[in-house]
């Protein structure tokens, strides 16, 4: 039935091009009916009725429009019409679709020519009774199963195939990475963390945002602390989200035995409603004044070793408290966050 | 396509050879009285009575018709043999020590039955007749039936046949019938493709080793289930039911 065809072809092409888009999915539909050009009962043949009538008066049915030579011939017509639109992939669903519909005519009971013009006829399988025939009630099932594989290819090609649904499910580091990479320069991503803490052990699973990506780790906080996975947290399963749109824009300030204050307040009021970070290694001339926040689960975002100060993804508004009336060397970088 | 080809062959040789052609029915006897009387060769011999009178003629025994029909062939004789697959061993036997006479032999069969006679012959694989012959053996048979059939309807039934004239005339017997919605192919013309679909199917175990060989898990573990899954679905497919009906 045409459209048997019709939905394997769709639902193929939503798979393996990865999309859920119109013109591709339209594009499946019209290669799984050229096919049946060759004969002047299918839609395609009526619509087509000088062409498929030509090919009825010679060929057998499933023959010259069945086989692999028309897909290529598809193809290249295809991948001429989709260089010159610049919608390469978009056009290969045409062929694409065609020798799916090729192929799932195999599983019937006349099978086809798939290598026309050579004369053999290509099944499935050598026993005709367990090929289906056209038009019977396996066609029924094998019409539900096409429409629930294009269904889960619209579904998937929605959040990025099937590979990155299954990377995504199992909460693989990889895809975890690869999000927040995707996402991080327009919007806020979010972890989603099944865990427990290092300390205790207890649960720490919940919804972190995610401010940098180390390696395989990642620099998260719930809006109170920060933490490392890793090494703060025990995670077991972490994916990643994208949030609302959010800027990220990166400042370096280079202190040359400067006042701390007015730098940081003024980073502070030049951009309000951001939330700020500080990375970096700065001297300092009283380091023994500094007070660094210690203990408990966070981690430690601000150490002080002799005169030098390590930042570390440290809260702006902390460190102003902390580093008032500090005149300091070195550089930092700001992590602004709008 | 075996066709009109032995006719056409006695009539290209006609000037050449002694011809016989003569189809195996059931009937030794028959089958050599036949290549016999093609060949002027008597087919009877004389009776006679006690005394050793002569008292008419009599057909010749299958065995003394061998012998006579061996005694007057030679290296200007050529045999035909339509249907040769059907040639009983004694008939093969027989052609045999023709054959060492220096007669020729032509033989047409479906198949090379791949024994004795046909080992020592050359063979001559024949070209499958066209699809338009097909389409014309099916329109004549269904002219002769008196049956109304479509080009369409010809089309969507030539599958069946294959490029078997003897399947082509079958074909639209059944379609008076009304046996052929669910008709099976009975041609051997085909190829299972199977295998091209587990080759395909393998492409996700190159996926497979391809994650792992960049270290990512995604393409690693989703090449490892796609491949196992399609692999199970094969296996599933295979499940089968009684191979022979009741009776068989």
């Known amino acids: 039935m045409a459209i048997t065809h019709a939905v394997i072809a769709a639902g193929g092409v939503s798979l393996l091009l990865g999309t859920a888009d119109p013109l591709p999915l339209g594009l499946a539909v019209l290669g799984s009916q050229l096919p049946d050009l060759d004969t002047t009962t299918s839609v ?290 700001a992590l602004i966050l709008q | 396509m075996i066709g009109d080809m032995p006719e056409r062959l006695v009539k290209l040789y006609a000037s050449e050879f002694a011809i016989s052609t003569a189809i195996y029915k059931g009937s030794g006897k028959r089958f050599f009285n036949s290549i016999a009387e093609q060949l002027d060769i008597p087919t009877t011999e004389p009776r006679y009575n006690k005394d050793g009178e002569c008292v008419g003629e009599k057909a010749m025994s299958m065995d003394v018709l061998k012998d006579e029909i061996s005694d007057n062939i030679g290296p200007n004789t050529l045999l035909i043999f339509p249907e040769a697959k059907r040639l009983t061993t004694g008939v093969r036997y027989w052609l045999e020590d023709a054959i060492s006479n220096g007669v020729k032999v032509i033989c047409f069969a479906a198949a090379n039955p791949g024994k004795d006679i046909f080992l020592e012959m050359l063979e001559i694989e024949l070209e499958l007749p066209s699809d338009k012959l097909i389409r014309e053996t099916m329109q004549a048979e269904a002219n002769r039936m008196g049956l109304n059939i479509t080009r369409s309807r010809l089309a969507e039934l030539q599958p069946l046949a294959g490029r078997n004239p003897m399947l082509a005339r079958k074909v639209i017997r059944n379609e008076r019938l009304g046996l052929n919605q669910k008709a099976s192919p009975q041609h051997t013309q085909y190829v299972v493709v199977m295998p091209l679909v587990i080759a395909c199917l393998m492409a996700f175990g190159v996926m497979r080793f391809i994650g792992m060989g960049t270290r990512n898990k995604g393409l690693y573990i989703f090449g490892g289930i796609a491949l196992i899954s399609g692999m199970t679905l094969k296996q599933v497919g295979q499940v089968r039911g009684a191979r022979k009906r009741l009776g068989q």
């Open chain 1, 44 to 333: 395609i043949g009526q619509i087509a009725f000088p062409i498929s009538s030509w090919i009825e008066d010679r060929f057998p049915h499933r023959s010259i429009t069945h086989c692999l030579l028309a897909t290529v011939t598809l193809a290249a017509l295809s991948l001429v019409t989709g260089y010159v639109l610049g919608e390469i992939k978009v056009w290969m669903a045409l062929p694409l679709a065609h020798v799916l519909a090729c192929f799932a005519d195999c599983f019937t009971r006349q099978g086809v020519q798939l290598f026309w013009p050579i004369p053999v006829w290509a099944v499935s399988v050598a026993n005709p009774r367990r090929r289906i025939y056209t038009g019977g009630p396996a066609e029924y099932w094998v019409l539900a199963i096409a429409t629930a594989v294009l269904v889960a290819g619209i579904w998937l090609a929605g959040v990025g195939g099937p590979q990155a649904q299954v990377s995504r499910s199992l909460g693989l580091r990889d895809d975890a990475i690869a999000t927040y990479n995707r996402n991080v320069s327009t919007s806020e991503v979010w972890a989603e963390i099944t865990g427990v803490w290092i300390d205790d052990r207890t649960d720490a699973s919940g919804k972190y945002l995610i401010l940098e990506n180390q390696g395989s780790e990642f620099i998260i906080t719930d809006g109170k602390s920060i933490y490392q996975t890793g090494k703060n947290i025990i995670v077991n399963k972490l994916l990643t989200k994208a949030g609302e749109a959010s800027q990220r824009i990166v400042k370096s300030l280079t202190l040359n035995d400067q006042d701390l204050s007015p730098v940081l307040q003024n980073l502070l009021s030049s951009n309000p409603g951001s939330t700020i970070y500080l990375t970096g290694s700065i001297a300092v001339d009283f380091p023994e004044e500094i007070q660094p926040v210690s203990g408990g689960r966070q981690l430690q975002t601000l150490t002080v070793s002799g005169e030098a100060v390590e930042l570390n993804y440290h809260p702006l508004e902390l460190a102003i408290a902390q580093l008032s009336d500090q005149w300091a060397t070195g550089s930092i970088t």
